[in-house]
């Protein structure tokens, strides 16, 4: 699976977009790019994953360039239960393939 | 999504004793789990791979013998430490996911995690 790289820590304040970044330049023609969050002394937590086109669902919204070389999961109204770290991985979508996880970014809502 | 419960979440035990951890996926067949160890501020690390009525396939670095994984069934995965250290204390997670051909919208669903402590 392709590397990936993200900011360590970002902070955002309550109720404004949380924008974060996710560099994959060695992303192959195969492979999605997925998020996770994991907060304090839990398991990760689905968010979204895309191939090329933008994406949104219920929790966040993902974009990716048109070079898919890097991503932008959006959380449009942050709250402080969005404090975790979250997780960009880039792997092929088959039930084979593992997850491979990075040191994420730590994101900090604050009131 | 689908939930997979692990249990316990915490867990205590001395120097030298076993401790088991179970994973179960309540509401789906998985027939591979996986098993991550996670260190205070570090990211999860992937011990091993069970299929479900095989022998699991651990990461380098990891002792099979003393992390004893079990897959005896589609809804449900062991992870037994035996002789435990105090350097074995950790949060341990495991995932699971359904069918080997067809990946899940999610790609994996993970359980709560146990934190073990062997003092």
């Known amino acids: 699976d392709a590397k990936t790289t993200q900011p360590p820590s970002m902070d955002c304040a309550e109720g404004r977009a949380a924008n974060l970044p996710c560099n994959h330049s060695?992303?192959?023609?195969?492979?999605?790019v997925y998020w996770y969050r994991q907060i304090h002394s839990q398991g990760p937590q689905y968010i979204i994953h895309g191939l090329k086109n933008n994406e949104t669902n219920e929790m966040a919204s993902l974009i990716i360039t048109e070079d898919r070389k890097s991503s932008t999961l959006i959380l449009p109204h942050a709250t402080l239960r969005d404090t975790a770290v979250y997780y960009c991985i880039v792997r092929v979508a088959s039930g084979y393939s593992t997850l491979t996880f990075g040191k994420g970014t730590m994101l900090l809502v604050s009131p | 999504g689908a939930v997979v419960s692990q249990h316990p979440s915490r867990v205590i035990c001395k120097s030298g004793t076993s401790v088991k951890i179970e994973c179960r996926s309540l509401?789906?067949?998985?027939?591979?789990m996986f098993w991550y160890r996670q260190f205070p501020k570090k990211s999860l690390m992937l011990m091993a791979t069970s299929n479900e009525g095989s022998k699991a396939t651990y990461e380098q670095g990891v002792e099979k013998d003393k992390f004893l994984i079990n897959h005896a069934s589609l809804t449900l995965s062991t992870l037994t430490v035996t002789s435990a250290h105090p350097e074995d204390s950790s949060f341990y997670i495991c995932?699971?996911?359904?069918?080997?051909?067809?990946?899940?919208?999610?790609?994996?669903?993970f359980g709560q995690g146990t934190r073990l402590t062997v003092v």
């Open positions: 060695t992303i192959s023609g195969n492979e999605y």
């Open positions: 995932s699971a996911r359904n069918s080997p051909g067809q990946a899940s919208r999610e790609g994996a669903f």
């Open positions: 509401d789906f067949q998985a027939t591979t």
